[in-house]
């Protein structure tokens, strides 16, 4: 297996960190994270899903903002 080296910031690493499950690599992580939670993989899900095809706008924006609230607690907090 080949493997390759990438750098990234320490917040991204403590991100990461905060993903990675105990029997993981980092490597692992990534993985499942790009496997699970890509735009592709989303968006099949949504159009095979029920329910999906008759949501009003107001539910759809709603959902958008569970999902920014969601997104917002994987953010790394200013450290003291």
């Given at each position: ?16 960190k ?38 009003t ?7 958008d ?16």
């Open positions: 297996m080949v493997s390759k080296t990438i750098s990234v910031t320490e917040d991204v690493y403590n991100l990461l905060k993903m990675k499950l105990s029997h993981e690599s980092f490597g692992e992580t990534i993985e499942r994270l790009c496997k699970n939670y890509s735009t592709e993989n989303l968006l099949t899900w949504f159009e095979t899903s029920e329910g999906w095809k008759s949501m706008e107001t539910e759809s924006k709603e959902i903002r569970v999902l920014d609230d969601f997104q917002r607690g994987f953010k790394l907090q200013p450290s003291e």
